[in-house]
């Protein structure tokens, strides 16, 4: 009986965390990113009106759905963070999974009745071109992923969204990775460079004050190229090294180039 009281008392006292996944027509992810934060002790789905039966999905693996209008990757994890039942907040992709190593490092932390950290770096491996990937500045790749509420939040205007813990606030490293299985294909790769990241990043510089020359246009390809295949290593990927580095170059002569864009057009309104 006394075994049984204390088994209890460790139950009460453990860690609550809410796991959070923010998605917009995620059908055919949801359910195995569900499935891999299984453990938490609440699960949140933070939908931007889907059209496809993600919503219906995550209902029937037992998640808490909130559905509203996309305000931009930073603002909708926060308002998933502050929605959240727990304090401590564990922040996942709709294609990511957790990894058996994180999460036993996971498991521990919930044992204890007080986290030694207020928030958890955790490295971040990507499933490209039926590989995964080592290098091109792809890995380890940290996200603070984990962290308590009530001493950080997201930030980041439009894209490179991240947790960012306020002054004094204890980070530490956990063991594992958050397995992350990025673009179907190529085609795919190319179209969100094309539909979605460059813009968001031309508009978040343009916004931050940054401004691009035709010198810059010229060079940012090759400078993006020549960081992700040599200097963080691309090449010992093979292939997909190659076209990881490649897609680096596009994004940044287009993301510049769409930055003079709008300096032109800035010129035209005056």
Not at 3 to 30: D, G, M
Not at 58 to 85: L, M, N
Not at 244 to 251: E, G, S
Request: hydrophobic share 40%.
């Amino acid at each position: 009986m006394r075994s049984e009281k204390i088994f209890h008392a460790k139950q009460v006292n453990r860690l609550k965390i809410t796991a959070t996944i923010i998605t917009f027509n995620e059908a055919k992810n949801i359910r195995t990113a569900l499935e891999s934060v299984a453990w938490a002790d609440e699960t949140l789905v933070v939908d931007s009106q889907s059209t496809d039966e993600t919503c219906e999905i995550a209902r029937a693996c037992g998640a808490r759905v909130i559905s509203r209008e996309w305000p931009g990757f930073s603002a909708q994890k926060q308002f998933a963070a502050e929605a959240a039942t727990h304090d401590f907040i564990f922040s996942l992709d709709a294609d990511e999974r957790v990894s058996p190593e994180l999460l036993s490092s996971i498991h521990r932390i919930r044992a204890e009745e007080s986290s030694s950290a207020d928030g958890f770096r955790i490295a971040r491996r990507t499933f490209y071109m039926n590989r995964w990937i080592r290098g091109g500045g792809w890995y380890p790749d940290f996200q603070l992923r984990l962290y308590d509420r009530r001493r950080g939040g997201w930030q980041g205007a439009h894209v490179h969204e991240s947790v960012r813990m306020e002054t004094g606030a204890r980070v530490e490293k956990l063991q594992g990775d958050i397995l992350h299985y990025s673009f179907a294909d190529a085609g795919e790769h190319a179209r969100l460079i094309a539909e979605r990241y460059a813009p968001l990043g031309a508009r978040q510089m343009y916004e931050g004050g940054r401004r691009t020359s035709k010198l810059e246009i010229a060079v940012a390809g090759t400078l993006a190229f020549t960081r992700s295949y040599f200097l963080k290593g691309g090449f010992r990927d093979g292939v997909a090294g190659f076209c990881i580095a490649r897609f680096a170059a596009h994004h940044a002569f287009l993301k510049h180039l769409l930055l003079w864009e709008m300096q032109q057009r800035e010129k035209v309104e005056r």
